[in-house]
């Protein structure tokens, strides 16, 4: 499992009975969560003392109980260099997926690695951590996402991390629309970030199911990808989509490319223990002359 370690803000204090508790820089935040199935003790005292508490709705969706109001977005730092505004959702989430911090650690280092300047593909970008976290390391970045409001809240991050005035472009489109596009016009990128929702709908509507569409849009995304590509990566928090699934799918498409192809869970650790939470898996392709690296701290 790779866990992520290099929150400044963020930390998992305890987990139980389905729930998180989290501190998210001042505020205290409990979270459905279906990876906990055990039950523990819950003696941390932020457990009855929390800001804001998720309750799920038998009916689906959920709503937020506050025991002190928090403000509607406050930020939060990832390594000491990013900076990403979170915001309590009417879907439980904040804006933030912690775990992702061992991925765009992981991408830093890849995009320093190379002598060449890096042009990277996020797809389903969402609010843009990975965009900002590839800017950091120097790259140039296209970020897509059907949703124009998901869009916003990454050019807030920019701004909050400093990176705004980096050569980024914000798209807001279906991924598969833009990347038909994309190969009309012979565009190709060195990187390819793909975090693609378990379901969803583009903006005219188009439906995505993630086990039914991520083949063939990994082989159609190979098409606007470099001969030589520095790194394909695919995200999933879907139970249906394994690491080892996932794996596969690079295997297949990128098996004639000479590099490598890992995949493996994402974890945040529980503080003070030897737990950590298991938060959807990532699988790379990474070029033959690479080796990923991360930080151990």
């Known amino acids: ?52 508490y998720y309750h799920r709705s038998a009916s689906g969706g959920g709503h937020w109980e506050y025991m002190r109001q928090p403000p509607v977005s406050w930020s939060v730092c990832w390594d000491n260099h990013i900076r990403l505004k979170v915001m309590l959702t009417s879907f ?12 765009w650690d992981i991408y830093q280092n890849l995009i ?5 300047k890096v042009e990277v593909l996020n797809l389903f970008g969402y609010t843009g951590g990975a965009s900002v976290a590839c800017l950091k390391a ?15 809240q990454a050019k807030e991050n920019c701004i909050l991390s400093g990176v705004r005035e980096q050569p980024i472009r914000f798209i807001a ?10 190969i009309r016009r012979n565009k190709k990128y060195d990187a390819v970030i793909m975090d693609p929702p378990s379901y969803g709908r583009g903006p005219s509507g188009e439906r995505w199911k993630l086990e039914d569409d991520i083949f063939s849009l990994v082989n159609l995304t190979k098409e606007v990808v470099r001969e ?30 000479g590099g490598s192809v890992t995949a493996d869970e994402l974890g945040i650790p529980i503080v003070d223990t030897e737990i950590a939470i298991p938060s959807g898996a990532t699988a790379y392709y990474i070029a033959k002359d690479k080796t990923i690296k991360k930080k151990l701290t």
């Open 1 to 52: 499992m790779n866990v992520s370690k290099l929150w400044n803000d963020y930390q998992l204090l305890d987990a139980s009975d389905g729930k998180r508790l989290e501190c998210w820089g001042r505020y205290f935040l409990v979270r459905p969560d279906p990876q906990v199935i055990f039950s523990t003790d819950k003696l941390h005292p932020k457990w009855k003392t929390a800001d804001a």
């Open 228 to 257: 030589d590509p520095l790194f394909f990566v695919i995200n999933s928090y879907s139970a249906s989509l394994s690491p080892s699934v996932m794996q596969v799918i690079l295997s297949l498409v990128f098996g004639d490319r």
């Open 138 to 152: 120097g790259a140039s970045v296209c970020h897509v996402d059907a949703s124009k409001g998901m869009i916003a």
């Open 173 to 182: 489109e279906d991924c598969r629309r833009f990347i038909e596009r994309e």
């Open 112 to 116: 320093a690695s190379s002598d060449d």
């Open 92 to 103: 439980k989430h904040t804006g933030v997926f912690p775990e992702q911090g061992v991925n």
